[in-house]
């Protein structure tokens, strides 16, 4: 059986037994994504394992079947296509945060709020601020993991108050990547699918909003009273020179992403990597002239590739299914029930698995949905994939 793809003819292993051979192996490696814990085995593994090893299976199924590679050869590139944009742009935000890291930007961050006399509700609310604004920038991954580790060292052993604060911080970094293009990685991929411009996504900023204040005004009923004590003696934390340069300069890159895709037609990548340049760039003129080196080449070696690896893994695995032709079965779920509808359960499907595959697989199927269905599906994936950043702040708090 076959279907047409890009214009040109593909088999359809959906219906086929090595289609289902596929999915079973999907599966089998969505588990050990799953129960990482469990096997002591870092996400990533399983996930490059699984989507590498699936395209392998297809490449051989269609080398000794006799097919035409046509529509093959143009699922792995565009597959490449999309999965550099969203790697370059990762690899280049986290850049710069390992950069903010170094020249001590969150660390001052941390002593302003050590140093504020803040009661326990009053961080509950700071940090959830801080949380649902930064993450916007910052990508809601690192704003949890950063303001969750503030929340240790402010109050390593009272879990009656880090319980709730982690979770607000959570739920506020989702809810606040959700209205922006960059906040999170269903976002990043809905607008580099062209899903909508950059000013749509601000438009789910009242929706964010209340959401995430919903929340926090029924977990702050269960904040205890009291306040955390001051750490006597410490030494003032100073940002080092070039960090407060090194914000406008990531601002600037943020600015050159959005204004590169919506008035020059380039991929959001292609401005990050600009900035990334000129922090470069600044970096030798700051060794050079002011004899102080910023390490940004520590910065580049520190980012986390795991995480990327386990982005492409995940990305090419629903790219494996799609081209099988499941995706295109599953896309009959807009047409039997109201968009809305569907939308809504993928959020709630988004809580359970995650998020990253469900986005991709809800972009690759494209239903016929107009901009405002668009909008609440990656709304609703946003703030419901936030499993994984509670399990890895309650895992920081319980280790620490």
């Not at 949890?144 to 503030?150: C, D, F, H, K």
Request: net charge neutral; glycine share 8%.
């Amino acid at each position: 059986m076959t279907r047409v793809e890009s214009g040109v003819q593909a088999v359809d292993l959906a219906v086929e037994p090595f289609g289902w051979l596929l999915l079973v192996i999907f599966v089998v490696g969505y588990y050990f994504i799953a129960a990482e814990e469990k096997y002591h085995i870092n996400k990533a593994k399983p996930a490059l394992f699984t989507g590498t090893f699936m395209f392998m299976l297809l490449g051989a199924y269609y080398a000794i079947n006799g097919l035409n590679f046509a529509t093959f050869d143009t699922e792995i590139a565009h597959l490449i296509l999309e999965i550099a944009e969203i790697f370059f742009f990762l690899f280049v935000a986290m850049t710069f945060i390992e950069a903010l890291i170094e020249r001590n930007v969150f660390d001052a961050l941390k002593e302003k709020l050590l140093n504020s006399g803040y009661n326990y509700k009053k961080l509950f609310w700071v940090t959830g601020i801080l949380a649902f604004f930064i993450s916007p920038v910052a990508d809601n991954l690192t704003t949890a993991l950063i303001l969750s580790t503030v929340l240790i060292t402010i109050e390593k052993n009272n879990k009656a108050f880090l319980v709730p604060a982690t979770i607000n911080i959570v739920v506020a970094a989702n809810a606040g990547g959700a209205w922006s293009p960059f906040g999170d990685i269903t976002t990043l991929m809905a607008w580099s699918a062209g899903k909508g411009s950059f000013v749509d996504f601000l438009f789910l900023f009242p929706s964010s909003i209340i959401g995430w204040g919903m929340t926090a005004f029924l977990l702050s009923r269960f904040v205890p009273k009291g306040s955390p004590k001051k750490i006597e003696g410490a030494e003032p934390v100073k940002i080092h020179k070039g960090g407060k340069v090194i914000i406008g300069l990531g601002i600037f890159t943020i600015a050159s992403a959005v204004l590169g895709k919506q008035l020059m037609h380039l991929p959001p990548m292609w401005g990050m990597l600009f900035g990334l340049s000129l922090l470069q760039l600044y970096a030798y003129r700051l060794k050079k002239h002011h004899d102080n080196d910023i390490q940004i080449y520590k910065s580049v070696s520190k980012v986390e590739n795991d995480t990327l690896l386990f982005f492409f893994g995940i990305l090419v695995a629903v790219g494996a299914l799609h081209f099988a032709g499941f995706l295109s079965h599953a896309v009959k779920l807009y047409t039997l029930f109201d968009p809305m509808y569907v939308n809504i359960g993928v959020g709630f499907l988004s809580a359970i698995v995650d998020n990253v595959p469900v986005m991709s697989a809800v972009l690759k199927s494209s239903p016929d949905i107009p901009l405002a269905q668009w909008m609440l599906v990656t709304l609703t994936a946003g703030v419901g994939g936030g499993d994984d950043l509670l399990w890895l702040c309650c895992r920081c708090w319980c280790d620490g």
